[in-house]
């Protein structure tokens, strides 16, 4: 099956500094990855859609300056937090549409729990 | 906007016994309806899915049919296994293939001997 790896798995910074955690679709090419935020006991929610080759469209709410999105790559997607604060304590997941004929799905990382003191 | 409910959780049962997840969704258009499953340490895997009015999607013993007069998409296992225990999502999609998903807050199965 597609496998999608982030890293790192956990992160735990100063506030003020900057976090980058990476997607990888492994064994499949991905035009379009997605990045989701959980908090506790609640549903995943979309941060951003990321295109391979283009700026990533952020969803309502969602600071482009200050979750910065870069998809190089056919099967690399980064999400880098700028000058962390503790409220940007979550659990960060990411997932990755393969593009394949009769495919029709999201294959999701195993997320990284990002801990900002 | 979308949105998708699911009931309180956790739940918790014993082997062998039936079990039903709820998850009503309000939707623009006409959504896919989706059941993700979230095993401990692990990424969200598929479990199964329904892309119209009465489909049934089946998977690993569990199923889930689309109703569109009530907005439904409950799962459903006759006999739950101990390997069964995790975070169960429901989710809808209104877009294309490649388009965003809108999760309900997932709950939490556990699965006593």
């Known amino acids: 099956g597609a496998v999608v790896s982030q890293h790192p798995s956990r992160v735990i910074c100063k506030s003020g500094t900057s976090v980058k955690i990476e997607c990888r679709s492994l064994?499949?090419?991905?035009?379009?990855m997605f990045w989701y935020r959980q908090f506790p006991k609640q549903s995943l929610m979309l941060m951003a859609t990321?295109?391979?080759?283009?700026?990533?469209?952020?969803e309502q709410g969602v600071e482009k300056d200050k979750f910065l999105i870069n998809h190089a790559s056919l099967t690399l997607s980064t999400l880098t937090v700028t000058s962390a604060h503790p409220e940007d304590s979550s659990f960060y997941i990411c997932s990755a549409f393969r593009d394949s004929l009769g495919t029709d799905t999201q294959y999701f990382g195993p997320g990284t729990r990002l801990t900002v003191l | 906007g979308d949105s998708v409910t699911q009931m309180e959780g956790p739940v918790t049962l014993s082997e062998e016994a039936f079990l039903t997840i709820n998850c009503t969704y309000t939707?623009?258009?006409?959504?896919?309806l989706f059941w993700y499953v979230q095993y401990p340490g692990e990424g969200l895997q598929l479990l199964l899915k329904?892309?119209?009015?009465?489909d049934k999607g089946s998977n690993k013993g569990f199923e889930a049919t689309y109703r569109k007069e009530t907005t439904s998409f409950h799962l459903e296992k006759g006999s739950v296994q101990v390997s069964d225990s995790a975070v169960y999502f429901c989710?809808?999609?209104?877009?294309?293939?490649?388009?965003?998903?809108?999760f309900g807050k997932g709950i939490t199965l556990s699965v006593r001997p």
């Open positions: 989710a809808l999609r209104t877009g294309g293939a490649n388009s965003k998903l809108t």
């Open positions: 939707a623009t258009g006409y959504p896919s």
């Open positions: 990321s295109n391979e080759g283009s700026k990533a469209t952020y």
């Open positions: 064994d499949f090419q991905a035009t379009t």
């Open positions: 329904a892309t119209k009015a009465d």
